[in-house]
Structure formats: C-alpha cells, structure tokens
C-alpha cells in the first residue's frame, strides 16, 4: 500500500483490519502515505490483539522519527 496517500482517515480502515482475528497479514508497508502520529497511533492501537504481523513499515510519513519500521517477534 505504498504511496497511496491513506492519511490518517484511512489508517481506521486498517486499524480494524489489522484488529480483526482472521487477519493473517505478515508485512505491511504504509510508507508515503501521508499518516501523521494519530493514524500511526490508531495502527499501533490495533496491534495489541495482532499476533500475524511481523513488520510494519511506516517511512516517509509525517510521524515522530521513532516511529518510522515496527519490527514485531
């Protein structure tokens, strides 16, 4: 979903995606998608109940530096 221009709109989308059980997503690259530190926020919210994805890529974002490649075990 590179450079797709989501925003932090369609980050609600994902989010319940990603939260969903039946997601079997394992990378997931959202780089250049305009998503600011809300939108990354609600992602990273979703992922508590997550145990398929293994990396989430968020460069080129307008978001805190920190939060540029989620790597999960």
């Known amino acids: 979903m590179f450079d797709n221009n989501i925003g932090n709109a369609g ?3 994902i989010a319940t995606l990603l ?4 997601c ?3 990378i997931l690259s959202l780089g ?6 809300e939108g990354a926020t609600t992602i990273a919210n979703s992922l508590r109940t997550n145990n398929k994805l293994h990396l ?18």
């Open 11 to 13: 980050c609600d989308a």
């Open 19 to 22: 939260a969903d059980p039946n």
């Open 24 to 26: 079997n997503l394992r």
């Open 32 to 37: 250049d998608n305009a998503i600011h530190n």
């Open 56 to 73: 989430l890529m968020l460069y080129g974002n307008p978001t805190n530096q920190t939060l540029m490649c989620f790597p999960f075990h």
